[in-house]
């Protein structure tokens, strides 16, 4: 018989991966408005992302509706227990959204460019508060949270927060590196090689952190069977650690992007593997989280029809906005 747990837990867990990916590069180029030197400049960074910046959004609209779907317990805990970083996410995302419609539908951009700059900082620090308060593990009593509003706030949430910035801005400016050319494409990649170096900086803070601040997930890597290849998720990082910087040094265009992919993937995997079977550490597991098997067979025919119609969207604005944006003017 199929586990439809183990199931939904993959699809829900490709659907976060996608979002970070796709919408991390728009957010990490948000984040990397300000150090444009002119208005034409900025154009282009906008220009970059406009036709699928919404699109990439998607998924976390699906993904939100996945969990809600198949594990509610999951929802519950999480919304209870870290409603004020993920509010603070969701408004970051709002306030980015109308910063990026006003600041293309009037003359006077400078207060905008702010907002969309400010809207996407703040959008980031709330997933990555919202990352480092489910790694600090939730108090859970009798299947609800039994906490505090702040009991996701401290030092090693900020430190995870930061470390997404760095990240996001490592996406950001290698997905500039492959869209954008001249003035623009050169301070991306002095950008994309300082932003590697501060993400593979955090990486290793939180890596040595994470055994001290929270030794349930860490000792669950050295548990049979995940100790004979977990150990593949921090050497796929290194690998494409090195990759991205001969890359830049090479000034490639594509590769630089793929391997700062990879990094992400190193970490997610990794992370993974430190928390499975666990749906919200220290205690619930994803079976205990799950909904009926009656609820998830329903809804898996609703993901049947709609992920590959989201999937083929994706992929089709991707490959009709390829190429590279001209100055000012959007694409070739």
């Known amino acids: 018989m199929m586990d439809l747990v183990q199931l939904w837990m993959a699809l829900v867990g490709l659907v976060v991966i996608l979002y970070v990916i796709l919408d991390g590069f728009g957010l990490g180029i948000g984040m990397l408005f300000p150090t444009a030197k002119t208005e034409e400049d900025r154009d282009v960074l906008i220009h970059s992302i406009a036709p699928i910046w919404d699109a990439n959004q998607t998924w976390i609209v699906f993904g939100g509706g996945a969990l809600f779907?198949?594990?509610?317990?999951?929802?519950?805990?999480l919304f209870s227990a870290l409603y004020i970083p993920l509010l603070t996410f969701l408004f970051g995302l709002i306030f980015r959204g109308v910063a990026f419609e006003f600041r293309a539908n009037t003359r006077k951009k400078g207060v905008w460019n702010r907002a969309f700059f400010i809207g996407s900082?703040?959008?980031?620090?709330?997933?990555?508060?919202?990352?480092?308060?489910?790694?600090?593990?939730?108090?859970?009593?009798?299947?609800?949270?039994?906490?505090?509003?702040?009991?996701?706030?401290?030092?090693?949430?900020?430190?995870?927060?930061?470390?997404?910035?760095?990240?996001?801005?490592l996406l950001g400016a290698t997905f500039l590196i492959i869209k954008t050319e001249g003035v623009v494409q050169e301070r991306a990649y002095r950008q994309a090689f300082r932003?590697?170096?501060?993400?593979?900086?955090?990486?290793?803070?939180?890596?040595?952190?994470?055994?001290?601040?929270?030794?349930?997930?860490?000792?669950?890597?050295?548990?049979?069977?995940?100790?004979?290849?977990?150990?593949?998720?921090?050497?796929?990082?290194?690998?494409?650690?090195?990759?991205?910087?001969?890359?830049?040094?090479?000034k490639k265009e594509l590769m630089p992007f793929v391997s700062s992919i990879l990094l992400f993937i190193s970490a997610y995997l990794g992370l993974e593997a430190a928390i499975y079977p666990?749906?919200?550490?220290?205690?619930?597991?994803?079976?205990?989280?799950?909904?009926?098997?009656?609820?998830?067979?329903?809804?898996?025919?609703?993901?049947?029809?709609v992920l590959p119609v989201v999937l083929g969207y994706t992929v089709y604005s991707y490959r009709v906005f390829r190429g590279k944006v001209a100055d000012a003017e959007g694409y070739h």
């Open 69 to 77: 779907a198949a594990f509610p317990r999951i929802y519950t805990v």
């Open 121 to 169: 900082l703040v959008a980031v620090l709330g997933q990555g508060f919202t990352l480092g308060g489910y790694i600090s593990g939730i108090r859970i009593v009798d299947g609800a949270f039994a906490g505090g509003p702040f009991d996701w706030f401290n030092p090693f949430t900020c430190i995870v927060g930061l470390a997404l910035v760095s990240g996001y801005m």
């Open 278 to 305: 666990m749906a919200i550490p220290p205690d619930l597991s994803i079976y205990e989280a799950a909904a009926q098997r009656e609820t998830q067979i329903f809804t898996l025919w609703g993901v049947v029809v």
């Open 195 to 250: 932003a590697a170096l501060a993400t593979a900086g955090f990486m290793v803070v939180v890596s040595i952190w994470t055994p001290y601040h929270a030794p349930d997930l860490v000792a669950r890597w050295f548990t049979e069977p995940r100790i004979y290849f977990v150990w593949n998720f921090p050497l796929l990082g290194m690998i494409a650690f090195g990759m991205l910087l001969w890359s830049l040094r090479k």
